[in-house]
């Protein structure tokens, strides 16, 4: 195994579960100083509201030992012998180096976050938040820091859950925003609500705007980021553009990649055209069950479930990973965001024509206590009324509703049957007619209306 956190671990703990150790021997290799923990719980812990680092841990190597996995932490391997059926890893700390043979290979590499290239960007004070030690990091600097400033590079996941965490912690917050509106993942007008309720939350939006710089005081330590127009003082920076697969590695042992850099496997994650290679996590691409397309998507969730098929076939079962409609849910503050399936540039790309519609609902019976707004976008393919995608922002009780979306998206529904799901209903959890049904009436009558 090569890569001991969700889907590495989630695989060596799967096969040792079905073979013993006289059976089959597991040895994974971990170049950091954590495994099995939630890099998706960190914003939340530099944000307070997770007290202690240990918390994000599932499982210690300890743990993982007292299993009989030979697990090698802060010990990264730096070559795949393919041909030779073995691997080349480099003690981190001594550098000494040794080969170790496999019959069967996992690659669980992960993603990186990515760093741009430019002046001053590994100055002290600029974090980027991957890895637990990336979260403890950022969290020593906003307890020395002498100013109450951060900016955030980026309006992505990461970058608009970092946001509220220094919010959290007092900070003064800008967000960096290459795009027209935060949240790329989210159609512009679904973007543009995130963007006036960050706005509201007191979190400075500049959008349209590439940072090119950060500037450094006499110290060396970033003081400022600069655009093409503007110059925005920080005490800190968070990069939070994104991740892309880590998998130069892989690349580097002629293995195949996708479009997006990462791996391309079989249903079973076996990397196509090599029979005792297995890879999972946030290092390969999937197939997306609306588009038909491969896409490469870095969420906890996938890599524990290609860990576990991963795992079942290496230990001798079989196993397969079907794909992913591209769910996926955050918050900043007590505004909540999900979307699932396909934005209108994603239907344009792939030739399907689509209709597309926007509700205006309430969390609750109106008349109920906390009722709370919400805005639920839904698009269909046009003259079929097949349901392509969902896009909910709101405040309490939003964002999980997207579950309904991404279970008639798996089911290939069409708008006009999701209008008939038996969805529960009372005054305090929804109002009669639930928002996703209502977005599905609408679509499904648009759907009608232009088949006439």
């Known amino acids: 195994m090569i890569g001991a956190d969700a889907a590495g671990m989630s695989a060596a703990s799967q096969a040792r579960r079905l073979r013993g150790p006289d059976e089959l021997e597991i040895v994974a290799f971990e170049r950091g100083h954590f495994t099995s923990f939630s890099a998706c719980g960190i914003p939340y812990w530099v944000g307070g509201q997770v007290a202690e680092r240990d918390q994000l841990i599932a499982r210690t190597p300890e743990e993982h030992r007292d299993r ?10 730096t070559e795949i012998d393919v041909a030779g059926g073995r691997v080349r890893a480099r003690d981190v700390d001594s550098g000494a180096e040794s080969w170790t043979s496999y019959d069967k290979l996992v690659i669980a590499t992960g993603a990186r976050p990515i760093r741009p290239d430019m002046p001053g960007v590994d100055a002290p004070g ?3 938040v991957q890895t ?31 946001a509220e965490a220094l ?6 917050v800008t967000v960096v925003n290459r795009g027209a509106e935060p949240m790329s993942t989210l159609d512009p007008d679904m973007g543009r609500l995130v963007h006036e309720a960050m706005e509201g939350l007191g979190i400075t939006m500049v959008n349209d705007a590439e940072v090119t710089e950060v500037l450094t005081g006499d110290d060396g330590r970033a003081r400022a980021v600069a655009t093409a127009d503007a110059e925005y003082p920080a005490d800190v920076v968070v990069l939070g553009i994104g991740v892309r697969p880590q998998t130069s590695l892989a690349a580097a042992a002629g293995l195949p990649l996708g479009e997006h850099g990462g791996l391309l496997t079989d249903r079973a994650m076996r990397v196509r055209g090599h029979e005792n290679i297995w890879s999972g996590g946030d290092c390969v691409e999937v197939l997306d069950l609306v588009s038909g397309q491969e896409r490469h998507i870095a969420l906890g969730t996938h890599a524990n479930k290609h860990g576990q098929v991963v795992g079942t076939n ?77 896009q909910i922002v709101g405040r309490e009780g939003a964002a999980k509703r997207v579950d309904v979306a991404a279970v008639a998206l798996t089911a290939r529904m069409t708008v006009e049957q999701v209008t008939a799901l038996d969805l529960g209903y009372a005054p305090p959890f929804s109002p009669v007619w639930d928002p996703v049904l209502v977005a599905a009436r609408k679509a499904a009558k648009k759907v009608q209306d232009n088949a006439r």
Do not use: W
Not at 68 to 77: F, G, P, Q
Not at 137 to 162: N, Q, S
């Open 126 to 128: 600029v974090h980027g």
């Open 68 to 77: 009989d996995i030979d697990l090698r932490m802060r010990t990264e391997v």
């Open 167 to 172: 919010i959290n912690r007092g900070y003064e």
């Open 314 to 390: 290496v230990g001798g079962g079989y196993a397969t990973f079907p794909g992913v409609v591209g769910t996926a849910v955050s918050k900043v503050c007590d505004l909540e965001i999900a979307r699932t399936g396909l934005r209108e540039k994603d239907a344009r790309r792939v030739g399907l024509r689509f209709e597309a519609v926007t509700v205006e609902s309430t969390s609750r019976a109106g008349y109920y206590p906390n009722a709370s707004p919400m805005t639920v976008k839904m698009l269909a393919e046009h003259r079929t009324g097949r349901l392509l995608g969902v």
């Open 132 to 162: 637990l030690d990336d979260g403890q990091a950022l969290l020593d600097t906003l307890t020395r820091a002498r100013g109450r400033r951060a900016v955030v590079v980026g309006a992505g996941y990461i970058g608009v859950e970092m």
